[in-house]
């Protein structure tokens, strides 16, 4: 059985007890001036953490995106709307993240980046369509650009 702990009034709680209500307060003192009560190390691992998140996101949609355009030029006879709609929602999707961040446009330039995002396609397109790992070129058929282009349809 867990245990909760009584806040009271102006007290401030510790990431660790309640990382919601911990995020609160120092939003508050941010906002109220009162910088020598904030914690100060940890709202640094959290804003980098914001990065991260945006990257890794980034990643994700990629890698979603080049598994689908795998599939598409591995296994043309099942194509589906299916396919089709998720190709083009990820570009959407992909488009709209580096319109509002413009930075992750340096992060898609990344060769370890786009590496990852690679590795993680190929092991969704091997996964989702049964192929061997020998069957999926060791490199992209296409380029980052190119699966991003709303027009590139690889045949």
Not at 62 to 70: G, K, R
Request: charged share 35%.
């Amino acid at each position: 059985m867990s245990v909760v702990k009584a806040v009271r009034p102006g007290e401030l709680v510790g990431y660790d007890e309640d990382v919601l209500l911990w995020s609160q307060q120092q939003a508050r003192l941010l906002r109220e001036g009162r910088f020598a009560e904030l914690d100060i190390e940890r709202l640094a691992d959290e804003i980098e953490d914001v990065g991260k998140s945006e990257k890794r996101e980034l990643a994700s949609r990629v890698a979603v995106l080049i598994a689908h355009l795998l599939k598409w030029v591995n296994q043309p006879r099942r194509r589906s709307k299916s396919w089709r709609f998720t190709i083009r929602l990820q570009r959407e999707r992909i488009a709209l993240a580096l319109k509002i961040t413009p930075s992750l446009k340096s992060v898609m330039r990344d060769p370890d980046w786009r590496t990852d995002a690679w590795l993680e396609a190929v092991a969704l397109a091997a996964k989702e369509t049964g192929l061997e790992r020998d069957e999926i070129p060791d490199a992209p058929p296409f380029t980052f650009e190119q699966a991003c282009d709303p027009e590139f349809w690889p045949d």
